[in-house]
């Protein structure tokens, strides 16, 4: 009997930081990896598992008795293994694969003795790692063994530009880098650690053997550094990072079942610090945390509670020197929280689904309230998450808001960013031409702040492009000026209009002006306005912008 294997097999389970023999014809251990050795006392090894049970030639019978039966039925089921040394042992045995069959050994108490579970779910198949279902496992078997002189460390590892990879290199390369990462993670712990791969691109690392902080932050800290170097996968090199959550019972948590969750929050406060380092959890993380709920479920109701309104920015044509339009921009009025920025609200909105239904409500408001305007050339203009182009009903939305309003097409604008261009998707590109045969007018927004803002002017016939504010009120200095006076220059060598938003000056005013901009938009226009107040201001609107005092 031999007690490793040959090729790539033997080699993934010894590195495994997991028990793992596998079991041939007769009962016999045909091979034992490392970990299990340790665990069942490696000299047993040489005849069969039942030679390691403590007590007498009876009770090794008996349990050998029991063995057997286990392995006569071809399902999976667990058996508890109590040593010479006292510690007790639980093996997981596999079902019956082709004579051959898996069993893992865990140190601690086992789990009901009619439990039956299969191995392939406590395994990570690409790594492996142990699964989630493992850390619940291990977690729990640490807290009953706990005698309260030890404490146990969890870090929690994500990768920081993971996606990246699956979308431009395709899930396969993905797949070898996390094989890659998992190799590294092993190579930077000892054999007692426990790790997970908790799914996606998320790993665990379980310390024991009274490890707190100080230990957990040295491993931190390393596993950083590593992560941190280049990856070479299929002649690709691949930069990734990683950001580490560390939480230690005993010392920033209590109780073993908040390890992991408390992990996750200071790994959250690690990314917010910009990636690619370690935090570690302390009792303020988990009051932003409740905060944080608090304001999502806060969100979730605005909408059918009423507390969302919109307002309206007028956009001047400068040559006409009159109203052309205005942007429909969100509000959110809170009980107790206030007026809510749409910088605070809109990107959670999007991160828990909440934005498709608030875009839907303030693309039909927007409709509505533009009928009720008296000069019903005036166009209305709507800002459209990525988010939202990622659902199939985003046309159907905006063309049932211009039939129940009864709004011309061509008096609709949809406003997207350059993000929602980044992958060049299929489908975002089949939604934007079907808005446009709508007769919806589309501008891009903040033109000019992203990363490849010629190249989208290419890829899509746009009728308007919104110059960013960042370059309308940048010093006026002989560069930003040509900066400015260029984007306009393009705009109208491809029949595009140009708006400048963020005109705050008269100076500014006129700048854009004389370079040929087409629309003005800003503070030194108006301030945004409720819907009740644009009668007036259309009606106050009747002498030369270059009069108005400044705001």
Wanted: net charge negative; proline share 3%; glycine share 10%.
């Amino acid at each position: 009997m031999g007690t490793t294997l040959p090729g790539s097999t033997g080699a993934c389970f010894d590195s495994l930081n997991t028990g793992v023999a596998i079991i041939g014809e007769n009962n016999s251990i045909v091979y034992a990896n490392p970990p299990f050795a340790r665990l069942i006392n490696e000299s047993s090894l040489r005849d069969s598992i039942g030679e390691s049970v403590r007590g007498s030639t009876s009770a090794r019978l008996e349990f050998a008795k029991l063995f057997d039966d286990k392995l006569r039925n071809v399902g999976a089921s667990t058996l508890e293994l109590h040593l010479d040394a006292g510690a007790v042992v639980t093996l997981y045995i596999g079902a019956r694969d082709n004579s051959l069959r898996v069993i893992v050994a865990m140190a601690g108490a086992s789990v009901a003795a009619d439990s039956s579970i299969s191995l392939a779910g406590r395994l990570d198949p690409l790594t492996g790692f142990g699964n989630r279902l493992m850390y619940d496992e291990t977690i729990r078997l640490l807290k009953a063994s706990d005698t309260g002189d030890s404490s146990i460390a969890v870090l929690v590892v994500d990768l920081d530009n993971f996606k990246q990879v699956n979308d431009t290199l395709g899930h396969g390369t993905g797949d070898e880098l996390l094989i890659l990462v998992a190799r590294r993670i092993r190579k930077s712990t000892r054999s007692a650690d426990t790790l997970v791969r908790l799914g996606g691109d998320e790993f665990a690392v379980v310390l024991e053997q009274g490890l707190g902080t100080a230990e957990a932050s040295v491993l931190g800290e390393r596993l950083v550094a590593l992560l941190g170097q280049p990856f070479l996968v299929q002649g690709h090199q691949i930069n990734i990072g990683a950001s580490v959550g560390i939480a230690a019972l005993g010392e920033t948590t209590h109780d073993a079942v908040d390890l992991l969750r408390h992990a996750d929050l200071a790994l959250y406060e690690a990314k917010g610090l910009g990636r690619s380092r370690y935090a570690i959890f302390e009792a303020r993380l988990e009051q932003r945390a409740i905060e944080r709920r608090d304001f999502e479920t806060d969100l979730r109701r605005a909408l059918g509670l009423r507390q969302f309104s919109l307002f309206y920015q007028p956009q001047t044509s400068i040559a006409e020197n009159r109203v052309s339009g205005f942007e429909a921009l969100i509000r959110w009025e809170h009980p107790s929280r206030g007026r809510v920025s749409p910088d605070d609200f809109i990107p959670l909105a999007e991160e828990i689904g909440e934005i498709t239904n608030i875009g839907s409500w303030v693309i039909r408001s927007a409709c509505e309230e533009a009928m009720r305007w008296i000069d019903q050339t005036l166009s209305v203009a709507v800002n459209v998450s990525p988010v939202q182009f990622g659902n199939d009903d985003l046309v159907e939305v905006i063309r049932s808001a211009l039939h129940k309003s009864g709004l011309a097409p061509e008096r609709l604008e949809i406003e997207i960013t350059e993000g929602l261009l980044l992958n060049k998707s299929k489908d975002v590109m089949k939604r934007l031409w079907a808005i446009k045969d709508l007769g919806v007018a589309i501008a891009m927004d903040d033109f000019g702040t992203g990363y490849a803002s010629l190249s989208f002017l290419n890829s899509f016939p746009f009728s308007k492009i919104k110059i960013d504010k960042s370059f309308i009120q940048a010093d006026c200095s002989p560069r930003s000026k040509a900066l400015v006076n260029g984007i306009l220059s393009m705009g109208a060598s491809l029949g595009m209009i140009t708006i400048a938003e963020g005109v705050e000056t008269l100076e500014q005013y006129s700048e854009v002006a004389k370079g040929g901009c087409g629309i003005a938009q800003g503070y030194y226009i108006a301030k945004p306005m409720p819907a009740l107040e644009i009668p007036g201001f259309l009606d106050s609107f009747a002498y030369s912008i270059r009069s108005r005092p400044k705001s």
